[in-house]
């Protein structure tokens, strides 16, 4: 089974600060997943990814493979990213995600 | 497209009754899942299916835990009889399944609460 650390639990910043939230796993993947839950609870699917790199808007999620390790990018946070951010990994061969504890992030105007 | 449509978006049981949990996946996804969401443990796969048919329940907790999907447009989640312990929400997700991992669609949640 892949365990999946994600750090740090909890981060607070600044309004225009620049966000890192780190996730490893322990086992090969097939892809790697970021996820946004929002303080009212819906969970929204931000990125999936197997290797490299990939941007929407703000957001850039990058991947080491041989590493084991993603870490997902807020360029110039505003409050509204708010929200904690759960890292989930897939297995070889089936659609089961394994997933991390989550960040808590706080932006804070 | 109306997403994912969960219901009941809350439940509020005594200990021993039956729960019904109902999710409508997005039309042409073949691939559901049921994941239950509590602060100690996080999101957990439950259960999944493909086609409607069950691939992987490891993560149903015990026999009082029952799924199914009688058709590509519905699947239930039943417990019977209710623990306190079994209060946290309840997430059905879908996707454009195949045999690796794809991007997953997630409904609103139910929120039960087992008194």
């Known amino acids: 089974k892949n365990e999946v650390e994600q750090s740090p639990q909890n981060l607070t910043a600044q309004e225009g600060e620049f966000i890192t939230i780190n996730c490893s796993y322990s086992?090969?993947?097939?892809?790697l997943h970021w996820l946004q839950q929002h303080p009212g609870g819906g969970i929204v699917s931000l990125f999936m990814l197997s290797s490299g790199k990939k941007k929407h808007g703000r957001l850039i999620a990058t991947i080491n493979i041989q590493e084991k390790h993603s870490s997902l990018h807020i360029t110039a946070s505003h409050p509204r990213d708010s929200a904690v951010y759960i890292c989930?990994?897939?297995?070889?061969?089936?659609?089961?995600?394994?997933f991390g504890t989550g960040t808590r992030l706080t932006i804070i105007p | 497209d109306a997403g994912v449509i969960q219901s009941p978006r809350h439940e509020v049981t005594e200990m021993g009754q039956e729960v019904t949990l109902r999710c409508k996946p997005i039309?042409?996804?073949?691939?559901l899942f049921w994941y239950r969401q509590t602060m100690m443990r996080g999101l957990e796969l439950l259960i999944y299916f493909n086609n409607n048919v069950p691939i992987d329940d490891s993560g149903m907790p015990e026999d009082r835990f029952s799924a199914k999907m009688p058709n590509a447009s519905f699947s239930t989640l039943k417990i019977q009889p209710s623990e306190p312990r079994d209060s946290a929400v309840y997430f059905c997700?879908?996707?454009?399944?195949?045999?690796?991992?794809?991007?997953?669609?997630f409904g609103p949640g139910t929120r039960l609460t087992v008194l």
């Open positions: 997700a879908s996707n454009r399944g195949t045999s690796d991992s794809n991007e997953q669609f």
């Open positions: 989930a990994v897939g297995d070889f061969g089936n659609e089961k995600l394994t």
């Open positions: 039309s042409g996804h073949n691939s």
């Open positions: 086992v090969g993947i097939s892809a």
